[in-house]
């Protein structure tokens, strides 16, 4: 189904949030990408991009104090370096936490991380050696968020790029759950009651959101979007009706290029454009934890590219005054407090003098 335009209400103006709780220090050539806080939020894991070194480094930080350690993957699996030790490899990425309500698993990750001859596995930080070693790219990890035992991920393994599903509490080859032809499946998200699993296809004719309704059931996939533009990163709302958010990139008119537009569909199939012009982030629309509203960066570099919260019903765009200039990636958490944090990758707070690597900076966020 074709997306409709949504009207937008005007622009509101917020209230200047509080200052940052929490900053990471300065990387010089590392850009910050992809936070995400551990359920419960007392950690941020984020990403430094090198670009001239062609290496991506994940972080963890204690959000109480204490410097952020880095994510390595050497002889013997993922951690913090005081745990397994040895230099990292030139990428070390898409770190998934497991649910907040696990046992066996609680406060433990996986991550995708690049192995001495080149090639792409899982990590997990609680198993030393790679989860489901095969040749090929394995990627994309998606812990379900109600059953520890189930991790979905992207694998070339079967020469086209594949969805499989890893069930922890059976031994044994993941199984694959995808074969669609011609299409290479990305961006795999989980349903808050852990039942579905929404993806993108990568095809010749277009990147569009599809959907397996009941993964244990092994149904069939099925197309949720219909459009010659390019669709990525679904996420679903943790709370109400079951609703996704997803970017969508509209082909702009002769050199100019493309736009990305927020939209919002059902599993129904019925599509909505609420904002457009916003900047993509690496995890995919944050949804606030009841279900209300999507926090997202809007393109518009006059204000130095502004977070804002977008109602999801009637996509009225509230500008938040975060005080941070130059934003990309961002990341919502919620502390076993009840507070919910903003953690987003910028250049710099208003007042900073020198602004050229983005870092993370978090910062408490009314509801």
Known sequence: MAPTSFVLLGALAA??????????????????????????????????NFHEDRRVETLLARLAGGEPESVHVGPGGAGAPAAFGSAGPAVVH????????????????VVSATGPGGEVDLYSSQVRDPLVPAPGHDGDPSWNPVDESLLVFSSARSGEGDLYLVDFSQPGDPTRLTSIDGSSEVDA????DGRSVAFVAHTDAGDNVWLMD????????????ADTATQVRPTWAPAGPARLAFYQYTPGSGAALDRVDLMVATPQGGVRKLVEGVVPD??????TPDGQHLVVVLQDSSAFDPVARVEARSGSVERLETGTVGNRDLALGYTRAGTLLLAVCAQGETGDTQRDFRRAIVMPLPE
């Open 282 to 287: 690496a995890h995919g629309p944050a949804w």
């Open 189 to 192: 998200a989980w349903s808050p």
């Open 214 to 225: 009941d993964v244990r059931a092994a149904s069939p996939p099925r197309r949720l979007t």
């Open 15 to 48: 209230p200047a949030l509080a200052g940052p709780s929490w900053v990471a220090p300065r990387r010089t050539g590392g850009h910050c990408m992809a936070p995400s806080f551990e359920p419960g939020a007392e950690r941020l894991a984020y990403a430094l």
């Open 94 to 109: 898409g770190l998934t936490w497991a649910p907040g309500q696990a046992l066996s698993f609680r406060g433990h990750y």
